[in-house]
């Protein structure tokens, strides 16, 4: 059984989106995101449309690329549309069969809330399609840094997070050797009904488990043998500096919020 992890992976290409710095990457992302879910008009959604649509296109990653990094969230949208069509009962009755009435307030909600988480989670999903595991971890690193003098452990909670993206894939691999293991031996995940489908992914859940306990007892004996002692004196290979293209995206990103800001 192949089990095929698209969300997290990096793609690698040439593009002003690739080359921006991490930091200023995820800062205007986070904020174009946040100002995403203040949108209220159609206009206001009709420009972060856009925007997203310009940006992925700037990243020059594949649209089914894009699409496969949130698929995993598609029932959630979906659930969430019908969520607003049936329990907002704002506005215009449109529709009425027995105790669910579809009205016109319901209808703009399951677009509005929906396009715009949509949206949102396409330009956080392009944070780790165009940035590599180690500029992120060197990105929060620096950008925690400043609350190392307050006694946050900056580099040790930045170092966490570079492990938890570098894992990701290895685990996959093990559940997919897991799973095939699992098949060989009869134990299918698509016969019989959902109480033995459940039971039948406990072995997998166990076996996964410790295998990520395995590979977390490696990584601290190799860490260990390398006399690792945290962020204190260390330095890195590439260090980050902002160039004069990071500036021309924090621009851009300010111009979105006034565009939206305009059409509110």
């Not at 449309?49 to 699409?67: I, L, Q, Y």
């Not at 009962?89 to 949509?118: H, K, M």
């Not at 204190?232 to 924090?250: F, I, K, N, Q, S």
């Amino acid at each position: 059984m192949a089990f095929k992890l698209e969300v997290g992976q990096y793609y690698e290409a040439d593009s002003p989106i690739h080359a921006l710095d991490a930091r200023v990457k995820f800062c205007c992302a986070f904020v174009c995101m946040i100002v995403l879910f203040c949108a209220g008009t159609p206009a206001q959604l009709a420009i972060g449309a856009a925007f997203t649509v310009a940006v992925v296109a700037a990243s020059r990653v594949p649209v089914g690329r894009v699409a496969a990094s949130v698929e995993p969230l598609v029932f959630f949208l979906g659930f969430l549309s019908l969520f607003n069509l049936i329990f907002v009962q704002t506005g215009n009755e449109l529709l009425a069969a027995g105790p669910v009435r579809i009205t016109d307030g319901g209808v703009w909600a399951a677009v509005l809330y929906t396009v715009r988480f949509g949206l949102a989670l396409m330009l956080g999903s392009l944070i780790l399609l165009t940035t590599t595991p180690t500029e992120l971890s060197d990105a929060f690193d620096a950008m925690l840094g400043p609350l190392a003098r307050l006694g946050l452990p900056a580099h040790e909670i930045a170092m966490v997070f570079s492990l938890m993206l570098r894992f990701v894939p290895t685990l996959a691999d093990e559940a997919s050797a897991i799973l095939d293991a699992q098949a060989m031996r009869g134990g299918g995940f698509d016969e019989g009904g959902p109480m033995r489908r459940v039971r039948a992914i406990v072995p997998v859940i166990v076996a996964l488990l410790a295998s990520g306990l395995r590979h977390a007892d490696g990584l601290s004996r190799a860490l260990d043998a390398r006399c690792y002692e945290g962020g204190e004196g260390r330095t890195h290979l590439r260090e980050p500096c902002l160039a004069a293209r990071d500036t021309v995206a924090v621009a851009v990103c300010a111009a979105f919020i006034a565009a939206l800001v305009f059409a509110g």
